[in-house]
Nanobody, 126 residues
């Protein structure tokens, strides 16, 4: 079992930056591929970014490319999402997720992830 806890959300203004963290605990979490998803009010949850267990490969949703950066520090069992040039449309609850199998493959389909955090709210004001 893996437990995931997100932190770093908050209220910021458009153009600001935030760094989200996802602390993982539990067995062999460092071998899992991980990802970030988000859910805006009234919308379905959507893929943001994913990273392999080693951090060697990353994958982004098109709308996040160039603004968001996913990374991880396996020594700290923590994954990060650096978000720059935030826009009001980035307002959402951000979730981290971990995938138990195929840690060297990045995927965007949420059904392929096994573990989820409870989310952290990001609000971007205009």
């Amino acid at each position: 079992q893996v437990q995931l806890v997100e932190s770093g959300g908050g209220l910021v203004q458009a153009g600001d930056s935030l760094r989200l963290s996802c602390a993982a605990s539990g067995r062999t979490s460092s071998t899992y591929a991980m990802g970030w998803f988000r859910q805006a009010p009234g919308k379905e949850r959507e893929f943001v970014a994913a990273i392999t267990w080693s951090g060697g490969s990353t994958y982004y949703a098109d709308s996040m490319k160039g603004r968001f950066t996913i990374s991880r520090d396996n020594a700290k069992n923590t994954m990060y999402l650096q978000m720059n040039s935030l826009k009001p449309e980035d307002t959402a609850v951000y979730y981290c997720a971990a995938r138990r199998r195929y840690g060297s493959v990045v995927v965007s389909d949420e059904v392929l992830y096994d573990y989820w955090g409870q989310g952290t709210q990001v609000t971007v004001s205009s």
